[in-house]
Every structure is written in structure tokens, then in C-alpha cells.
């Protein structure tokens, strides 16, 4: 007998009117199975639905499904407050409900419910509210608890105790697993997700020390989370114990430890940990081995160590440059100073200044402010080169006894130079910070005071010298528009992520007060810089920034908000933008509210194209050039492919600087990327040299493709862009020089600042000695996947065809005649001959690998590709290759790195914290090249960079790379092999004594010094 359907719940409601309890019981516990369908019905009887949920003569059980039928009819009427309250008094209804099949919306959305009130109230309790927690509400929330870590969901557990503040139950997790991955988890949480800085630093040092100590033997890669953790707390009171109890068992981790401090850390944070490191009695093992920190953490051992890289691997080419250079009429303010920043980026860091020297007459041509950049490019060149920096730039530096030179232009070439000064010790510069500020002090001319100033407030970026600071805004008093611009910008950078109130203040009412634009926008940069990384401390600024009628101030206080929220990706702050982006009446301030989102964004690249898609085809020409930049610094070394489809239409764009933005942008974009991760490459090479060489082009876009060229080969094709350290921790230094980057709209010079985030990618290993040993590690990728690119090849020269002479049609059918005879004799050779021809056409395996020539627009084979110019060289390509030491490994290659099992180094942490390692074998190269896209766009590159090796045979000898800064000049007379790339004079400059050598080695002579001739102006 088949079941009648019901139609309706009123005879069952008609039972709750009933005397008897029994009915009432009844009918309840009918409607409960009833109320998905008729809850419309049902929700007229509510009040007295409520009165049976309240009554005391029903039993627990009868007031309880009274609650969860109240709860039920409340939640489809959409009123989920209502339905959460009373599923809490249900009890053990509710708990029975969530067993059901049938009730699992119902059961998942007032859970949802249930934990959004629980981290509300926590909240509210944190903040010193009297309100005490409902008890039935915190009996869900630790059964929701229970399940999750009964279940093993326990990044869910983790997300749910850090929203709503309970951080014993993170603690409770990782005493029943023990797994360090879960600590690194919660880790990431607080830092991408925004939380408030108090909150984000209680966690901190909350999980540090859960985190097991780390050892040699463990091969644990704890190292990488407890670095970013230690350089975001920025508090050498914690970092000093883990550091000290490190030595002496495990003194390799406490240099790895150091190294990877010194890349990610603050100047005043290293500092701080140099000064309380213990200092033993003199003689002792320990002496050398805190002696050997405090060398590591000073920061100067790295600079040495990857200037020494950049100078071995150097791979410029020299023709693109040239090419630049003739295309480019010397004469013009605009072009020669796009060659001087297309040229320093190439080199930076390489210390190869001879495209300089082979080109002196057109160096000759600067004048004015073009000359200042010229010899500030010195500084980009030399970057790192500190012990050698006033040595190379002392024929341009102000006489210290004289005072300033007295020939006309000669104040652009010393302002430069105290410019390059600072960008040569950026990172390193206690130094030279004296000999800035005396310089500051002394100059008369305004142009040496903006180079000194600039100078100064780089090289003691972050350092908050309240003397420094004092003697900028002397300099900012005297009221001068260039001096002052320079200044503000200054007195950010010393007092960078101080969040100090009172300079705020000084300089936010000297802006006010000045009539100079210059001198405002100097300062509302500067404001920018003091509240970089304060998040919700500098909300206040930003809102009084943004509230000024002067667009130079909103400008600023867009800045702000981007820095203070800097790699944190705030959704108020990108909302905050994006609404400027659209409103401001400015185009300035659009245009950097669209730029600045960049900053917000660069921890998860691929979804910055997605967000300025729109804002890529606006109507408004500054948005879409903002748009450019965004993608550009956001996307920056990625290869991302939605970010390249992007831009590459808008290098066709009506409005001239759109398209500069595209082409500089597409540069920082495609940075260390092979034809085979990115098939964008060689057309962007062929584009940059087409733009460059056509001289009816707008001279904006050829300024562009020009940095765009010198940003695509940056650092002599081995370093990256980066917004983030190797740690996975904001890289301030780049970020910074992105921000003074994007300046160069208003002043050329500033475009400088982009080298400060440079990324050397290369591995250096180095033993217990620290010095680096010969050894080999294996990139498990098909090599041509992370090649460098080809040589440019020359244009080659075609012999003039003779005009053809007029022939008679009856000669013509005679010739024709003849010609087929001579076919038919000579069929078989001619046969072999179209095979020859065929084979030495390139053939379409290696065309898609090759890379157009700028100057002939002819496909080259990659590096590893063709052999034998057959035409076959793919398919037999390895799928793996040897590296040695000091060799390039771009960002997306280190997942592949490994070291051989059976070899005599290995690393004392991971080389990465991604790993793809187990691709090997057939097909591992077209592998490795379908999950690069994922790769490029991961959080972190982390790791690379300097490692510290163990050395499983120590009792062997081993045999070390001479390091070429510390060759003697008796010994470079004779070189055992050609320098490649014109990097003629690397062994003639010679540096103070290095770490990884002999102390007591005789000192080499430092290098020659030459005259550019700046005043022989044509």
C-alpha cells in the first residue's frame, strides 16, 4: 500500500493546542521531519512554538526539538541570529541533527554561524569587553574542535583558533603531530591574511618556541619559517638565543641562520644582535666562530659574495647595447639618458664598466642633469663594491679640502657621484653615512646637495640616525626645490618603518607650508616610507593625506597606504585603492593608486592581471599606464603569461606613455626567462630593437623599450626582480627601490633606484671555513628550459645584385628549352641537392626555440639547442645537467636543484621549500616545463642564495675557487682564460680582504682611474 503524500501541517500544528503534554510531544517531534517542507506553514505558530520551547512543564527533551523547530522555521526565513540562538538551546536536538543526512545545509550554515559569533565575542572579550561567552555557544565551538582534530582536518582547527584567538589550540595540535609544517601554516596565516600587527606579533612569539631546535643531522627545513619569523618579529632579544645556542655543536646552522638574518633583516635588528653576541676569551673556538657572525651579519660578507658572482657570470651583450647606442641620437637629453639606464641595469653589480669606456665621445655628450645620471649609473654598476667605492668614484667626489670645483657642469658629476656612493653601499653603509653628511653639510650648489642627500638617505636606509635625519631637514629648511626634493625623500628612507610621530608631523606641516611641488612631493614619499610596513598605526596619516585638497599630499597618502599594508593583501586597502583608482579627481593620484596595488599584491602575482584587467582598457590613459606598472612590479620576474597577454597590446596603445609602461613593464616581467618557459621572449627582444631603431617613434616608447631592454638582461643576465626575500619575508630594500622607480615620471635620476631590487640568483656554497669549495649539484630540467639567452648575432652584409639584363623573348624560350634538357639529365644529383637545402634550413623543432635577432630578425638556436645544424637537436636534449658552484639558478629552477646523494657537500637546509626533484627520467623535461607557469606565480621562490655545506669528508683536501676580486695583479698579467662578455677589467679591481681567504695575502693595487670627459661637450 503506497503512502498518501501530505498536503499540509495544520491537523499536526492543531496538536500543539493540545492540554496533553503527550500530544505536544507528538506533534513536535512530527514537525521536525515536516518543517522542510511546510516551514511556511509552520512559521504562523511560531510564537507559540517559542512558548513550548520556554514552558517547564514540557520535559528537556520536548523543550529542546521546540528550540530546534523554532531554529529550523527561523533559518529558512533568512533569519540566521534567530535560528542560532535557539538551535543553542536545543542541546542534544541540535548535536542528534547534526548526524543527519538530510540537515546538512541547515547544520553547516548555523556551524558557520556559530564560529563567526564565537570569533566576535573572543574578539570583543580580547579588547576588555565585560560580556561573558555563552557557555553553549563554547560547547559547539570545542565539539567543532574535537571533530576537526579527530578527522585530521587540522589547518582547518588551525584557521578557526587564529580567527577567533585561541592559540592553545594550535599548541594542543602540534603536541599530538608534532609536524613543524602545521606551525608554518599558522605562520603564513597571520602573515598574508592582514591580521593587526599586535595580534600578528603575539602569535609570533607564541609559535616560536614550539618549533624544535634545529640541527645538522635532522636536515630539517625549519630554517626557512623560523627565519621569516625572526625578521618580521624584528626583535634580536629572540633571535639571540636561538643564534647562541647554536654554537659550537652546530655552528654551520648558526652561519646559515646569520646569512639568511642578514638578507631578510633590518639594519638596526642585525645591529642589534651583532652588539649582544657574547664575546669570549681571546684564543678560544668560540672567539672565531662569533667574530665569523658578527662579519656574516653586518650584511658585507653577502655583498661580497654575490658581487663575486654577478662578475664571474657575466653574460651582457655588448651588440644589444651598441645597437642602443647608435639607434639613440647621443645628442638628446631623453635618449642618452636611456642608454645610461639601459646599460647600468645590464651591468649592475658586475663592476664591468666597458661599454663606458669604449664609448667615451658619446659619454662626452652628457650635459646638465644627464650628466648627474651618468655618473650616478657608476654607483648601479659597482653596487656592492663598497671597499672599492671611493676609490672608482674618487676623481668625481667633491675635494674634501677645496671644496666644490668651480667649472661649469662639474656640480652634475660631483652630485652624481655622491648618488652613486650611497647606491654602491646600499645594504652596507655605516661606512660611508659620515663622509655623506659632512659632504651634505659642506656643499653650497643645490645639485650636490640633492646627490648627497639622495646618497645619504640610501646607504642609511632604515638605519633611524637621528643626526642624519637632523642634517636633512637643515637641508629641507633652506627652501630649495631640488635640494628639498631629495630631502624628503631622505628623511623617509633614514627613518623608514619608525612610524615616529613627531618627524610625520614635521614634515606633513613643511609640506603644507612650501609653494615648491618638488619639495611636497619629496616629502609625501618620505611620509610614505616612515609608516612602511605599520599597517593599522598609520591609518591615521593616511586618512589625513588622503583628505588634502593639494593631489601632491592624496598622492603621498596613496603611498602610504600601499607601504603600510606592503605584501600583506589587505582587502580594505586594495578596495581603498581601487575606489581612488576610479574617483580621484587627480590622474596622478589614479595613476598611482592602480600602480600601488602592486605592493599590496606581489606575494600572490597571478591574481594582480585578474584585478587590472579592467582597469587595463579604462578610458583614462594614467590608469591604463598604472595598470602597466602594477603588472610589471607585481609580476616581476614570473614570466606569468596572463600578465604578458596583457601588456603586450597595450605596447601598441594610442597614448605614448602608455606604451613606455608596457615595455618597461613586460622588461621586469620576462627577467631570466628562456625562449622554452616563456615563447614571449624573443618577440619582445624583436620588438625593444624595433621601437628603438625607428626614429618616427614616439620618444617616450623608445625611452621605454630602452629600460625595458635593460631590465629584461638585469645584473648581466643573473639576477631576478623581487619583491621577497629568499625567506618568504618582504624584501625592503626592493620594495623601496621600486617606489622611488616609479618617481622617474617626474625625475630621471630617481629610475636609478630600481637596482636596489636586483636579486642575484646563483648558488654559492661555502664550507665551515667559509670559504667555497669546487663542487657540483644537479638541476633535474631539461637545461635549455633555464638557458641563458643566445648571443646577439651581427647583421650580416649582402653583396649588391646586378640589375638583370632585358633578355628577347626568343632567347628567353630558348634558354627555357634548355634548361629542361639539362633537368632531365641531372635529375638524381638535383634530387640530392633539395635534401641538402632542406637540411640546412632551420627546421621547426628548434624555430620554436629560437630567439629573433634584434638587428636581422633572424631565428638563433638556443644555446644547448641545434648540433650539427641538422635540425635534430631537441629530441636528443638531456633532461638534466651538472651545475658547479657559483653557477646561475633562476627562482623557478631551484625546485629542480638537488644534490647528489653520494657527494662530498651537502647543504646543511633545503635548497628550496618547493621541490620537484623526483622528475627524473623519460619525459621529465616536458614535465618540468607544464608545471613552470605554477611555479613562477608560487608565493616563494624561497631558498637558493648563500648555503653552508657539510663536509662528509673532511680529512680529504679540497680544492677552492679563487675568488676573482682577490687575484693579485702579478697573477692577472697572465689569464689562464679569456674574461667573457668584455668584462675586461674585472681582475685589475681588486678588494680589501675577503672572509673566504687568506688574510694574509700582499694586497693588490687599486685599479687605474680614467677621466670621463664630461667637459668636452660638443
Sequence with gaps: MVARQQSSAAGVLALLSEPDPVFKQHALKSLNALVTEFW???????????????????????????????????????????????????????????????????????????????????????????????????????????????????????????????????????????????????MDAVLDTGVSLSYRDQVLNFLLPLFPRPSTDSKSSDIHPLTRLLVTLSDSSKALPLLTSLVPKETLLAYQLAFDLAEGGSLDFLE????????????????????????????????????EFLKRNNKVDLLILKNTKDALEGRSSIFHSALTFSNAFMHAGTTSDIFLRENLDWLGLASNWAKFSATAALGVIHKGYYEQGMTILGPYLPSQSAGESTIPGAAYSEGGALYALGLINAGCGRQVEGYLRDALKAAQGEVVQHGAALGLGIAAMGGKNSEAYDDLKQTLFTDSAVAGEAAGFAMGLVMLGSADGQSAQEMLTYARETQHEKIIRGLAIGLAFIYYGRQEEADDMVKTLLEEKDPILRYGGVYTLALAYAGTSNNDAVRRLLHIAVSDTSDDVRRAAVTSLAFLLYKNPSQVPRIVQLLSESYNPHVRCGATLALGIACAGTGLQDAVDILEPMTKDSVD??????????????????????????????????????????????????????????????????????????????????VLFCQFWYWFP??????????????????????????????????????YPPPTKPPKKEAPTKVAAAVLSTTAKVKAREKRKAQDEKLEPKK???????????????????????????????????????????????????????????????????????????????????????????????????????????????????????????????????????????????????????????????????????????????????EYPFDNDA
Design 657 to 738: 606613455f602608455v606604451r613606455q609602461g608596457a615595455l618597461i613593464s613586460l622588461g621586469m616581467v620576462l627577467v631570466e626567462q628562456s625562449e622554452a618557459s616563456s615563447p614571449s621572449i624573443s618577440s619582445t627582444r624583436a620588438m625593444y630593437s624595433k621601437i628603438i631603431g625607428d626614429k618616427h617613434e614616439d620618444p617616450m616608447a623608445r625611452f621605454g623599450a630602452a629600460l625595458g631592454q635593460g631590465f629584461i638582461d638585469a645584473g648581466g643576465r643573473n639576477t631576478t626582480i623581487s619583491l621577497q626575500s629568499r625567506a618568504g619575508t618582504r624584501n625592503t630594500s626592493a620594495i623601496v627601490g621600486m
Design 40 to 186: 511556511a506553514e509552520i512559521s504562523e505558530d511560531i510564537a507559540l512554538i517559542e512558548s513550548l520551547y520556554e514552558s517547564e512543564e514540557l520535559p528537556k527533551d520536548a523543550r529542546d526539538a521546540a528550540a530546534l523547530l523554532a531554529s529550523k522555521v527561523y533559518y529558512y526565513l533568512g533569519e540566521y541570529d534567530e535560528a542560532l540562538s535557539f538551535a543553542l538551546g536545543a542541546g542534544s536536538a541540535f548535536e542528534a541533527e547534526t548526524q543527519s543526512r538530510q540537515s546538512e545545509e541547515y547544520v553547516e550554515t548555523l556551524v558557520s554561524k556559530a564560529i563567526d559569533r564565537y570569533i566576535q565575542a573572543r574578539a570583543e572579550q580580547q579588547a576588555g569587553s565585560s560580556d561573558k561567552l555563552d557557555p553553549r555557544l563554547n560547547t559547539i565551538i570545542e565539539s567543532i574542535f574535537k571533530r576537526c582534530i579527530d578527522e585530521g582536518e587540522y589547518k582547518q582547527a588551525i584557521g578557526i583558533a587564529l580567527e577567533s584567538r585561541r592559540l592553545d589550540v594550535i599548541s594542543t595540535i602540534y603536541e599530538r603531530t608534532h609536524d613543524t609544517s602545521l606551525l608554518s601554516y599558522a
Design 832 to 1010: 640530392e641537392m633539395d635534401i641538402e637545402m632542406k637540411a640546412d634550413e632551420p627546421s621547426t623543432s628548434t624555430a620554436g626555440q629560437g630567439d629573433i635577432s634584434p638587428i636581422a630578425g633572424s631565428l638563433s638556436d638556443l644555446a644547448d639547442g641545434a648540433q650539427d645544424g641538422k635540425g635534430k637537436a631537441k629530441k636528443n636534449e638531456p633532461t638534466s645537467e651538472e651545475l658547479s658552484n657559483f653557477s646561475r639558478v633562476t627562482p623557478a629552477q631551484l625546485a629542480y636543484i638537488s644534490f647528489p646523494p653520494d657527494g662530498r657537500y651537502q647543504p646543511v637546509r633545503p635548497v628550496s621549500t618547493k621541490s620537484t626533484t623526483s622528475l627524473k627520467g623519460k619525459g621529465a623535461g616536458s614535465r618540468a616545463a607544464s608545471s613552470l607557469p605554477a611555479l613562477a606565480s608560487e608565493r616563494y621562490a624561497g631558498g637558493g642564495g648563500i648555503l653552508i655545506l657539510v663536509d662528509r669528508h673532511p680529512d680529504q683536501p679540497e680544492e677552492f675557487i679563487e675568488l676573482e676580486t682577490q687575484i693579485p695583479q702579478q697573477a692577472a698579467a697572465a689569464p689562464a682564460e679569456p674574461v667573457p662578455n668584455g668584462n675586461a677589467n674585472v681582475a685589475s679591481e681588486p678588494s680589501g680582504p675577503h672572509i673566504a681567504l687568506d688574510e694574509n695575502a700582499p694586497e693588490a693595487d687599486p685599479p687605474e682611474s680614467f
Design 750 to 787: 630617481l629610475a636609478h633606484a630600481a637596482c636596489l631590487a636586483f636579486e642575484p640568483t646563483g648558488i654559492i656554497g661555502l664550507n665551515g671555513a667559509l670559504k667555497p669549495p669546487k663542487f657540483t649539484f644537479i638541476s633535474n630540467a631539461r637545461p635549455s628550459l633555464f638557458a
Design 272 to 307: 642589534n644582535i651583532r652588539s649582544g653576541l657574547p664575546d669570549p676569551a681571546e684564543g678560544s673556538k668560540e672567539k672565531e666562530i662569533y667574530d665569523n657572525l658578527r662579519k656574516i651579519l653586518s650584511g658585507q660578507e653577502s655583498v661580497k659574495l654575490y658581487l
